[in-house]
């Protein structure tokens, strides 16, 4: 019934930009806690960005992507973004977006629903 499906990603240059969406069906992200999540070959799934309930929730970041990336919801299409600026090579990795836990601190075990995965390359 609730499912979320991510898309967006792909290979990109140094110093690029990528936008992630991930459109929600089966429930109204408006009432849910948010989250971008990162996994690289071998490493755990960290939380690279998080975001309170409700338009104009409350944000956190890892602290490797303070002003270069931007996470938004977009109430009317039921979608969240990430959009990703000045992309460096230790950006790849897999993208997950994820509703359902606490925006702070943004732990992955904290969500309970989840989109299947985009893959983002950052390489010359």
């Known amino acids: 019934q609730s499912q979320l499906v991510e898309s967006g990603g792909g290979l990109v240059q140094p110093g690029g930009s990528l936008r992630l969406s991930c459109e929600a069906s089966g429930f109204n992200l408006e009432y849910y806690d948010i989250g971008w999540f990162r996994q690289a070959p071998g490493k755990e799934r960290d939380g690279v960005s998080c975001m309170a309930g409700s338009s104009g929730g409350s944000r956190n970041y890892a602290d490797s992507v303070k002003g270069r990336f931007t996470i938004s919801r977009d109430i009317a299409k039921n979608t969240i973004y990430l959009q990703m600026d000045d992309l460096k090579p230790e950006d790849s990795g897999v993208y997950y977006c994820?509703?359902?836990?606490?925006?702070?601190?943004?732990?992955?075990?904290?969500?309970?629903?989840w989109g299947q995965g985009t893959q983002v390359t950052v390489s010359s």
């Open positions: 994820a509703a359902g836990g606490r925006w702070y601190p943004c732990k992955a075990p904290d969500f309970d629903r």
